[in-house]
Nanobody, 118 residues
Framework: AVQLVESGGGLVQPGGSLRLSCVAS????????MGWIRQAPGKGLEWVSI????????WYADSVKGRFTASRDNTKNTLWLQLNNLKTEDTAMYYC???????????RGQGTQVTVSS
């Protein structure tokens, strides 16, 4: 069965940092584009980063560009998202997911909560 398990979320002050991890199993992780999606309270899903299968091409939403860094290790079936200079508007549930050819996802994890508050 496909599994995506995120971890690393928490409560952090504005300006702080967190590193999210996502461990994948049950599918050919190394062959797929992957990404991070977030959902803030009362809002829809927002892709924040998409990383190519080989990790060489990475896209970021304008709202996080220059502050977030995505990476992956296909030998460990793991995806990371480094969150720096966090802002209150980054508060959301963060999910890792595959990025399919329709611009959506087929699988996503249970999410990890990021709360930015003073």
């Amino acid at each position: 069965a496909v599994q995506l398990v995120e971890s690393g979320g928490g409560l952090v002050q504005p300006g702080g940092s967190l590193r999210l991890s996502c461990v994948a199993s049950g599918f050919a992780f190394r062959t797929l584009r992957m990404g991070w999606i977030r959902q803030a309270p009362g809002k829809g899903l927002e892709w924040v980063s998409i990383i190519s299968a080989d990790g060489m091409s990475i896209w970021y939403a304008d709202s996080v560009k220059g502050r977030f860094t995505a990476s992956r290790d296909n030998t460990k079936n793991t995806l990371w998202l480094q969150l720096n200079n966090l802002k209150t508007e980054d508060t959301a549930m963060y999910y890792c997911a595959n990025r399919n050819n329709l611009g959506s996802f087929d699988w996503r994890g249970q999410g990890t909560q990021v709360t930015v508050s003073s």
